[in-house]
């Protein structure tokens, strides 16, 4: 999750930056958010993980995404908001498998997350 919260921040700050687009900008720093409060579950559980630079990921099935994600994003405006609204559904879909053997703990972070997810969701849809 923490991965794939900094692929949703990434994405947003490379897009933002690129069509100046309001919605990512504000988007990314709730990403960011979202990425510090899994950070603190690994913590807890004492789970490693790599704080990479932007655009920057350990696994290559992220890296690979986020390449074909800005690529497509880069096309036209249109296509940026798609991008957007598909990384969401990902993070909600991914939420509810995770949510499903979570502990107390991980299901109030994740269910804040996933609500966080689905007002992205609707902002892109908004744009589209």
Do not use: C, P
């Amino acid at each position: 999750m923490y991965q794939e919260e900094q692929l949703a921040r990434d994405v947003y700050i490379k897009l933002g930056e690129y069509w100046n687009a309001r919605v990512f900008q504000n988007i990314s720093k709730a990403e960011q958010q979202h990425m510090d409060a899994v950070k603190s579950l690994l913590d807890k559980y004492d789970i490693k993980v790599e704080v990479n630079e932007q655009g920057v990921f350990q696994d290559k099935e992220f890296q690979d995404l986020y390449d074909e994600l800005i690529k497509k994003g880069m096309k036209n405006i249109t296509e940026a908001y798609k991008v957007g609204r598909d990384i969401e559904i990902l993070d909600i879909k991914d939420l509810d498998k995770r949510l499903q053997d979570a502990t107390l703990d991980m299901k109030l972070v994740f269910e804040n997350l996933k609500k966080g997810s689905e007002q992205h969701l609707r902002a892109f849809n908004r744009q589209l």
